[in-house]
């Protein structure tokens, strides 16, 4: 399989840190809101821009997914994919489990829910319980979608809705007893389940699929060569896109973070009633990104993990102004390979694996904010639910899709979980803008981090799969060049019985001295044209 592992092809433009986007976008937008309120026409056409850079970004999640498995799978044998693989969902889930726990101690530590807070801010929207055991089974149904074009378009959701049963009233009921009873009885409501398609892409549905896919690639070997050149030809043009696109993300993520900053109503007096919250979720996910994922890294790999961060900062960067993990995939592919040297096989396994079900960030945040919520509403949670709080936004964070603000649709589950009020979370909506930019960036720094420890953890094993690859191709080799001189000699043996037989020919026409003559002439000749096919072919 030496085909599937070809040289390493450097970009010509490096994927540089450009951290001016949101400087300029954070300044544009605080020097804005200063002036008179902006028409909301201002607030579209400044935010233009941006909503273009995640429509560009966006536009490449498919065709970079499909590819970046199908390339790194099928240079990878199925033992091979197997402990890569077990080696990321180690990383991911220890990870998990650390930022939900971190967010957990930070909270009661630092205690931001006060119950005058919800004085000030009113009660918010009230929000339909999610089921665990429904989300559960909407996780499973993903990963196996049943279309593969509406998967890359849609997915599907179990919806419950509560139907009120109609009761026909007494009408025999004719005593005082009996009307009172009829008019001030409740409504029964029966509840009913039905699964609906939202739009949305599956990213772990086309990811669950293309894996095997690349698996099973990789397994025909020769047989599926023609196929693989075509995905790593797909793959090197999205590639090439990306760079167009890395020039114009500057300008893109100014415009998003000033058109965001400038379209929030009231920053200041939610910065005052939410200010604690945001300081603990920021506190955590700071010494998350900042001191436990760079000692993971340098605990195993023993290589200076600020180092690995620089060559990362345009991906973080990026995410930052986009608040999509999948909308940043593009970015941190080119970092962590050109960058970095991480081998296209890890990367194109563990990165796409990653911005689906590894969320830090927001298992850190959604751990936070269930609490946060439980001190606004004076409720004290023991050290079961407590429990139950951080094993749920672990599990809930990893069904998270990588789209902006999942962390708001996935906290549901854990509120329900430990049966906290859920109309508490339109309150929250407010700085949900700001905190997913903090946690998506921690999300694909931990992506990022996770794929140098695996690299580092399987490099041994690459390189004996590469040593393999090109002892076989050294056997192919020596093969077809066997096979050709045999049919070289078989060549030249019909050549020499074709002079012979011209040889005979001419003897029996020409007489006994011109046939020798003749005879040592033609002779000759042929063995001269022997030695001028074998010149030419060697050449």
């Given at each position: 399989?030496?085909?599937l592992n070809g040289?390493?092809?450097?970009?010509?433009?490096?994927?540089?840190?450009k951290p001016s986007?949101?400087?300029?976008?954070?300044?544009?937008?605080m020097?804005?809101?200063?002036a008179?309120?902006?028409?909301?026409?201002?607030v579209?056409v400044i935010?233009?821009?941006?909503?273009?850079?995640m429509?560009m970004?966006?536009?490449?999640i498919l065709?970079?997914?499909?590819?970046s498995?199908?390339t790194?799978?099928?240079?990878?044998?199925a033992k091979?994919?197997g402990?890569l693989g077990?080696r990321?969902?180690?990383?991911?889930?220890s990870?998990?489990i650390?930022?939900a726990?971190?967010?957990?101690i930070l909270?009661?530590v630092i205690?931001p829910?006060?119950?005058k807070?919800?004085?000030?801010?009113g009660?918010?929207?009230k929000n339909d319980?999610?089921?665990?055991?429904?989300a559960f089974?909407?996780?499973?149904r993903n990963?196996f979608?049943?279309n593969?074009v509406?998967?890359?378009f849609?997915?599907?959701q179990?919806v419950?809705?509560?139907?009120?049963?109609?009761i026909e009233?007494?009408i025999?009921?004719t005593?005082?007893?009996?009307?009172?009873?009829?008019i001030?009885k409740?409504?029964e409501f029966?509840?009913?389940?039905?699964?609906?398609?939202?739009?949305?892409?599956?990213?772990l549905g086309?990811?669950?699929?293309?894996?095997?896919?690349?698996?099973?690639?990789?397994k025909?070997?020769?047989?599926?060569?023609?196929?693989l050149?075509?995905?790593?030809?797909?793959?090197?043009?999205v590639m090439?896109?990306?760079?167009?696109i890395?020039?114009y993300s500057?300008?893109?993520?100014?415009?998003l973070?000033c058109g965001?900053?400038?379209s929030?109503?009231d920053l200041e007096?939610v910065g005052?009633?939410?200010?604690?919250?945001?300081?603990t979720?920021?506190i955590?996910?700071i010494i998350?990104?900042?001191?436990?994922l760079p000692s993971i890294?340098?605990v195993?790999?023993?290589?200076?993990?600020?180092?690995f961060?620089l060559?990362i900062?345009?991906?973080w960067i990026?995410?930052?102004g986009?608040?999509s993990?999948?909308?940043?995939?593009?970015?941190t592919?080119r970092?962590l390979?050109?960058?970095?040297?991480?081998?296209?096989?890890v990367t194109?396994?563990?990165?796409?694996v990653?911005?689906?079900?590894?969320m830090?960030g927001?298992a850190l945040?959604?751990?936070?904010?269930?609490?946060?919520i439980a001190?606004m509403n004076?409720?004290h949670l023991?050290?079961?639910q407590?429990?139950?709080?951080?094993?749920t936004a672990?599990?809930?964070?990893?069904?998270a899709a990588s789209?902006?603000?999942?962390g708001l649709?996935?906290?549901?589950?854990i509120?329900t979980?430990?049966g906290?009020?859920?109309q508490d979370?339109s309150?929250?909506?407010?700085?949900?803008?700001?905190?997913?930019?903090?946690?998506?960036?921690?999300?694909?720094?931990?992506d990022s981090?996770?794929?140098?420890?695996v690299?580092h953890l399987?490099?041994?094993?690459?390189d004996e799969l590469?040593?393999?690859a090109?002892k076989?191709?050294?056997?192919?080799?020596?093969?077809k060049?066997?096979?050709y001189?045999?049919?070289?000699?078989?060549?030249?043996?019909?050549?020499?019985?074709?002079?012979?037989?011209?040889?005979?020919a001419?003897?029996?026409t020409?007489g006994?001295?011109s046939a020798t003559a003749n005879n040592?002439?033609?002779v000759d000749e042929?063995k001269?044209?022997?030695m001028?096919?074998d010149?030419?072919?060697?050449i």
């Open positions: 399989m030496g085909f040289p390493k092809r450097r970009q010509e433009i490096k994927c540089h840190p986007g949101v400087i300029l976008g954070a300044v544009s937008g020097l804005l809101r200063v008179s309120p902006i028409d909301p026409n201002i579209m935010s233009f821009p941006g909503d273009i850079l429509r970004l966006k536009m490449l065709p970079l997914i499909i590819s498995l199908i790194g799978l099928a240079g990878l044998d091979s994919s402990r077990t990321a969902m180690v990383y991911y889930m990870t998990t650390i930022a726990v971190l967010g957990v909270v009661l205690h829910g006060n119950p807070l919800k004085e000030n801010l009660e918010g929207e319980e999610v089921s665990s055991l429904d089974f909407d996780l499973i990963l979608p049943e593969l509406q998967a890359c849609q997915q599907i179990t419950t809705k509560k139907l009120e049963v109609i009233e007494d025999n009921a005593s005082v007893e009996g009307l009172v009873a009829n001030t409740e409504p029966i509840i009913k389940k039905s699964l609906q398609f939202k739009s949305g892409m599956n990213v086309m990811i669950g699929f293309f894996i095997a896919f690349g698996i099973c690639m990789g025909m070997g020769e047989k599926a060569r023609l196929m050149e075509f995905f790593n030809i797909l793959n090197e043009i090439k896109l990306v760079i167009c890395m020039w500057p300008f893109g993520i100014a415009c973070i965001k900053i400038i929030i109503k007096v005052r009633q939410l200010g604690m919250y945001m300081v979720v920021v955590g996910l998350h990104g900042v001191i436990f890294y340098f195993i790999v023993r290589k200076n993990p600020f180092t961060f060559g900062f345009q991906a990026t995410a930052l986009t608040a993990s999948a909308g940043t995939l593009p970015v592919f970092c390979e050109e960058n970095l040297g991480i081998d296209k096989r194109r396994f563990v990165l796409p990653g911005a689906t079900i590894n830090d927001t945040y959604e751990a936070v904010a269930a609490i946060f001190q004076g409720i023991d050290p079961g407590i429990v139950t709080v951080s094993l672990t599990l809930a964070s990893v069904g789209i902006p603000s999942a649709v996935t906290m549901l589950l509120l979980a430990v906290l009020p859920t979370i309150l929250l909506v407010a700085v949900d803008w700001l905190l997913d930019r903090f946690r998506t960036s921690v999300n694909v720094v931990g981090y996770g794929a140098g420890i690299y399987s490099k041994a094993e690459l590469d040593a393999h090109a076989s191709d050294d056997i192919e080799m020596m093969s060049t066997q096979s001189y045999d049919d070289m000699k078989n060549h030249h043996e019909n050549n020499s019985n074709q002079c012979v037989l011209t040889t005979t001419t003897t029996s020409s006994n001295a040592s002439v033609v042929c001269v044209q022997i001028l096919t010149v030419e072919t060697c």
